[in-house]
């Protein structure tokens, strides 16, 4: 199980946002490497990259700020999130050293478009998916596309993407626990891996998530817990290792 530390950049810094809100926003950090340092040396195994401004424009605004984070720790896959929407961004993050691009909105607006970057980019793709009530949101969180989140789920399976990122809109950056119900339902239905996101908050929230590993959840991605303190990075990891090891 993969504790993995999101860093939302925003105008150049590292903020938290509550549940998607661009103005509602706390700036933790006005240098995005100091943090992914902090993370790494706190035994992060990989990073959660999202361009905030990227998310919004549909192109990557703060791709230097990624590219430096990649350039420093060669050896740790980063993902990269927000403003993904064509090949050309996609090469290019690749090149600087990112190892997976997470789809999100592009990837519910023209499903096609996941496929051939499957085939283009084998084994780099991943698709966020943010859910309310089983229904899938996209640009920012601003809109509540038709889609089940299952059914297209399904759909990004067959077409070859790594893994799917799940997140659970009603829990994210509000500190009150993983929709784990939700998440293991979702998961079910796939052979590939999913990456629990939105809520996690303490230690319990790491053991909860271990119990369910054998569903297909093989890591959980945490922001506000770390940044706020209440869930030790470190701690989480070791944790999640001794309870994956028995």
Known sequence: MLIIPAIDIKDGHCVRLRQGVMTDDTIYSSDPLAMATRWVEAGARRLHLVDLNGAIEGKPINFAAIGEIAAAFPQVPIEVGGGIR????????????????????????????????????PGHILVGLDVRDGKVAI?????LARHDATDLAKQFEQDGVEAIIFTDIHRDGMLNGLNLEATVAFARHLTIPVIASGGVSNLADIHALCAVESEGIVGT???????????????????????SSH
């Not at 640009?139 to 809109?143: L, M, Q, V």
């Not at 209440?230 to 309870?243: G, K, S, V």
């Open 86 to 121: 064509d090949e050309d961004t996609i090469q290019r993050y690749l090149s600087a050293g990112v190892r997976y691009v997470i789809l999100g909105t592009k990837a519910v607006t023209s499903p096609h478009f996941v496929e051939n970057m499957c085939l283009e980019f």
């Open 139 to 143: 640009e920012g969180w601003s809109k």
């Open 221 to 243: 991605i945490t922001g506000r817990a770390i940044y706020e303190g209440t869930l030790d990075l470190r701690a989480a990891q070791q944790l999640a290792d001794e309870l």
